[in-house]
């Protein structure tokens, strides 16, 4: 997720005529905690334990490049593994297509 915003950031970037007030819905994540607190802008750590938390480096730059960006950014979580139940036995779609990308997502991960 930070690599995307990071290009999305350099898109705008070279990009003069920028849109500042739309909020671009194209984030997914199947990762709760890490679109939790990218979301969350308002999120201060107080506690130096705080910062040994799982992603912790990748959610902040996360959210230090998202405030670079002429617009708004939200993310949404998508349920991971939607092709397989519990026992791993198959599911066939038709998945929503934030799903689909999920399930390719996992499948080039597992390559």
Same mark, same amino acid.
């Given at each position: ?33 890490? @679109? &939790?607190?990218? *979301?969350?802008? +308002? /999120?201060?750590?107080? =506690? @130096? &334990?705080?910062? *040994?938390?799982? +992603? /912790?480096?990748?959610? =902040? ?51």
């Amino acid at each position: 997720m930070c690599g995307t915003v990071l290009i999305l950031y350099m898109m705008s970037l070279q990009f003069d005529e920028c849109p500042t007030n739309v909020t671009v819905k194209v984030f997914f994540c199947d990762n709760a905690q890490v @679109v &939790s607190r990218s *979301n969350d802008m +308002d /999120y201060v750590k107080v =506690k @130096v &334990s705080e910062y *040994n938390v799982l +992603d /912790y480096d990748l959610w =902040k730059l996360t959210q230090k490049i998202q405030a670079l960006l002429p617009f708004q950014v939200e993310y949404h979580w998508v349920k991971s593994h939607q092709d397989a139940n519990d026992d791993r036995k198959p599911i066939h779609g038709p998945f929503a297509r934030e799903a689909d990308l999920n399930i390719m997502a996992d499948k080039l991960c597992a390559q």
